[in-house]
Structure formats: structure tokens, C-alpha cells
């Protein structure tokens, strides 16, 4: 024990030797003073260095900003003084509480609050009215942008479209061709019926671009769209059309007219089809007698209906059944004819003969209320239940009776069935809102929704027969849904847009009121529009560079159309196809 203590002691000696060795090493040095002071010393030493630093730096910062507004032209100090000056409790302060008896007092509160309401008012409607601005050029610019990507994926350019609303003459030259044409056989034929227009315009003579551009279309091979601009031609010979497209599309006369002048349509094509068939089996027609549908329609029936068929009622005439023979005459439009077999059929159809008659006398307009009350009536009661199917589609067609049958015994195709559908639409407004007051009463609304909404594309095959959906729309006097549906094509392309300039040409198209509008839009009231423009400036766009002369024809076309700055599309159109083209004298007038 005595030992360890020994050697302890001598350690601890040897440690304090060594730190007092060490302490006056550091005395020699010089560099750094002795530190004498304690922990309480200490931290009072380092707060007030850490003071000082922040302080500096304080310092610093203010120079540095003054350093830099001054660089700015901006007097701090000065700066500094004026806003120490300002006092913002004085400006909003509420006002200070008056007497009742204190008149002056009261006025005085009473103006001041009259101007800090108007203040505020006026604050108010300036950042909205700001905003909607804001907005408002926002959307716009959006819009061109938007056109110019459509245009860009089309692979049509990159401006926007514009069009002209008033311009004196389009150039009468020949048309010329500069190296090799943007436009192929078919469209070069269209272009030259354009020309064609334009220079009877220009000359204040009458031509309808519908018949030019059907005659044309006569050599294309295409009987599908030749077929198709027969029945625009059709339908454009509707007597005094009004000037304006909106009037014209909502007018019951005169949709009531292009509906007549649809079903005659399909009632001439019919008729040449029976032409066509009886003219291949003359042996078996036996075609004779005295020329006429009914001679026609008694040889077609030996081909089409055997002699020994079952469920045909209220007998024959001339060895042929009596109610076939009345649907293919009315089929055929020709309603003396069926007339001529009611009467021929003696007794057997005393009641329907006087039907068919006012039926004759009022074509358009249909029966009279009360005929079609006791004509329903007689065909709830036996009508209805009868095998006949030819007699429930003759009273179908001249009394609107159970409009929701299709008669598919009897409609066999399309055309059928769209010529059934249009004979059951008569008197009807344009919003379809008798439909709902008269029992077995078909709108052409209701006839448009069933059509295009109800069956649709699908049902009519449109993407393996287009123009037969084409037709439909056609028929049904949806025009804008037609075009729109047809520019869907590629092949019929060159096509749709030559529909377009018809049908707008004529007066038959509802335009937006903005060109920049999608190609098919409608308003709330479910009216449809069509922009022209848009489609024929793309159109032109693929050989304007090739075939100048022709693109100007084509804008020609779109006279009166304007810009939403209420500038000349034409004038624009042709402005940036002499920058593009260079050539000026083209276009000299």
C-alpha cells in the first residue's frame, strides 16, 4: 500500500511539472496573450463581440442598398424622409361619431363616405373590368394558336384563317397551270366549274354551281356521287328559298318543301330501278297495255311478288293484289295511279278511296283533322292486326299511323325506309313541338335524332359505306352533320368540300359567327353550323402554290365573310398568296 501511494504521487507530480512546463512554453512564444480571466468573463466578452458583428453587418446591408438604388438614380436619404412623413391612419380613419343636432357634422361624414363608396366602387370595377380584358386576349390568342396547330397537323400551312366580305371582281382569265398541278383529274374539273360560276357572277348572270358541279360529276365513274348531286339538285329547286340560311332552316314551309323535294328524290330513283328490272325480264314482266306507272308496277309485281302469296287481303286487280299494287304506284310517286287501283277495286275500298283522295288534294299538308282521326282509328280497330303488310304501309304513309313501325316486311333497304319516314313528317314546327300534341305525329327533329343520334354511323354502316350515310343526313335535312361527316373521309375529301361551296352557295348553310369556330358547332337551341371558310381555305392550301389562279377562284367563292376584326378574308387570303407566290400581275383585276 505504502508503495502505491508512492508511485501515485509520483505521477501526479510529474503531470503538474509537465503543465507548468507547458504553460511557460506558450509565455515564450508571444504570440498569444495569457488568458486570466473566468467563464463568467468570458461569456460577457463573447456577447459583445457577437453584438458588434451583427451590428456591422446591419451596416453593410444598408450600404449596400443605398449603394445600389443610388446606381438607379434614387436619392435614399431623401427617400427615407418621405416615407418617415407618411401617415396611412389619416387616409382610411373611420370617421368620427356625430350628434343627432350636429347637421354639418352629419353632411360631412355623410359626403365623405358618399367618396370613399365611390372609391371603392370604381377600384372594384377597375380590376374586374382588367381582368376580363385580361382574359379575353388570353382566349383570343389561344384561339390563333389553337388554329395554327390544326392547320400545322393538317400539314396546310400555318396561319390562321381569314376571309373577305367585300371585293369587286375576280380575275375572268383562262385558267393556267404552272409545272406540274397540285390537283388531280377530279378536282381539276371542279376547279373549272368554278371558274365557270365566278364568271357568270362577275357578269350578273344566273348559274346554280349545284347542277354545274352534278352535270361534272356525270364523268367522274362514280355513280354513288353522281347520285348524290342529283338530290342536292333536288332539293335546291325548292321555289323562292329566303336569302337568309337561318330563315331558310327554320321556316316550316320551306323545310316542308325540301322534305317533298327528298321524298321525289327517291320516288324518280325507285322508279327507274323498276324501269331497269322490268326492261331485264321483259318475258316474264309481260309489260303491255296502255304506258304508264300502272302498267309498270303490274309487270314488276310478276316479278317481284309470286302469284300464289298468302296474307294479301281485299283481293286483286287485273290478277294482281290490290294493296301491293297501291304501295309500289305510291311508292313510285305517282298517286293517280293508286288512285286508279283504289277505284278499280269497286266496293272493297269505298272508305280508303276518300282518304286517298283528300290524301291527292292535300299532298304537302296531309289529311284534315278529323280524316285522321276516323283513319287511326280504322286502323287500331283491323288495320293493325292485319297480315297484309303492304296495307299497314299504305295507311302508315297516308295517315301517319303507329309511326314507331318500321314496316321492315315491306322497307327492305334504306331508301324505303327514309321515303316511309318522310311521307309520315308533314305540319310539324320546326322545334318538333307539335309532336307531342298530335297521337302518331312524326317531327323532323324526331326523324334527325332517331337518324343520327339513335342509330348512328354504326347502324348504317358508315365506314364501309359512307355515301349511304351521306345520303341519310342528306335527306333528313341535316346538311352541316353531312359535310362534317364526309370531310372525315380521305377519299371523298375533294368532294365534301365541293358539297360545302354547293350547298353554301345556294343559301342552305348556317355559318358561325366567328371563322375561327370549329368546323361543326352548335347553339344551345341545337342549331348546327357549318364553317365554310375553314374548310375551303384548307381546302385551297395544297395547291395554292401550284395552281395560284385556281385558289383564287376559291376565295372568290368566300366573298362576304369577314374576319373577327371585321376586315376582307378575301382581301387577307389574297394578300398572303401574292407573298407567297409572287406572282402579282395574277391578280390585277
Known sequence: LISLRSRMADSFEDLLENAQKLTADMGRTGEMPRVQRNIAQIAAAGQRLWEKAGASKTDTADVRASILLGSRGFDVPRLSQKLDRLDAAKTLEPLAPVRDTDIQGYLKNERENAVLTVIEESRRKTFEQAEKHHWRCVQLEWEEEKQQILNSLLGMGQDTLTLPAEYETVSARPLAHHGRSGLDAVEMSYARQ???????????????????FRDASEKFNDLEIYDCWCLLADMVEVPNLPSDPMVTRTSEQVLLSFISAARHFLENRYKQCVLKLVGGNLYQAQLGGVPGTFQLIKSFLKIKIPSGTQDLEDGEVDGQPVWPLIYYCLRCGDLDAAMQVASEAQNRLDEFQGYLH?????????????????????????????????????????????????????????????????????????????????????????????????YGEGHFHAADMPLLFFQVLLLSLQFEAALEFLSRIDRYHSHA????????????????????????????????????????????????????????????????????????????CLSELVLETREVVLYTW
Open 194 to 212: 368554278v371558274y365557270v360560276h365566278n364568271e357568270k357572277k362577275m357578269n350578273d348572270l344566273p348559274h346554280s354551281l349545284v347542277h354545274a
Open 358 to 454: 283528300e290524301y291527292i288534294q292535300t299532298k304537302d299538308s296531309g289529311l284534315s283533322q278529323s280524316a285522321l282521326n276516323r283513319i287511326r282509328t280504322q286502323y287500331r280497330r283491323s288495320v293493325r292486326a292485319s297480315r297484309d303488310p303492304f296495307k299497314r304501309a299504305v295507311y302508315s304513309v297516308i295517315g301517319c299511323c303507329d309511326t314507331s313501325d318500321n314496316h321492315s316486311e315491306v322497307a327492305v333497304k334504306t331508301d324505303d325506309y327514309m321515303w316511309l319516314k318522310l311521307s309520315q313528317v308533314r305540319q310539324c314546327d320546326a322545334d318538333g313541338s307539335r309532336g307531342s300534341q298530335v297521337e302518331d305525329h312524326l317531327t323532323l327533329r324526331q326523324l334527325q335524332a332517331i337518324l343520327k343520334d339513335e
Open 497 to 572: 368540300v365541293h358539297f360545302t361551296i354547293a350547298l353554301h352557295d345556294a343559301r342552305m348553310l348556317i355559318l358561325p359567327d366567328s371563322i375561327q369556330a370549329p368546323l361543326l358547332s352548335k347553339d344551345s337551341h341545337d342549331v348546327q353550323f357549318f364553317n365554310v371558310a375553314q374548310r375551303v381555305v384548307r381546302y385551297t392550301r395544297k395547291f395554292a402554290s401550284t395552281d395560284p389562279r385556281e385558289a383564287v377562284q376559291y376565295f372568290y367563292l368566300l366573298k362576304g365573310i369577314e374576319t373577327p376584326q371585321g376586315s376582307s378574308l378575301f382581301t387577307q
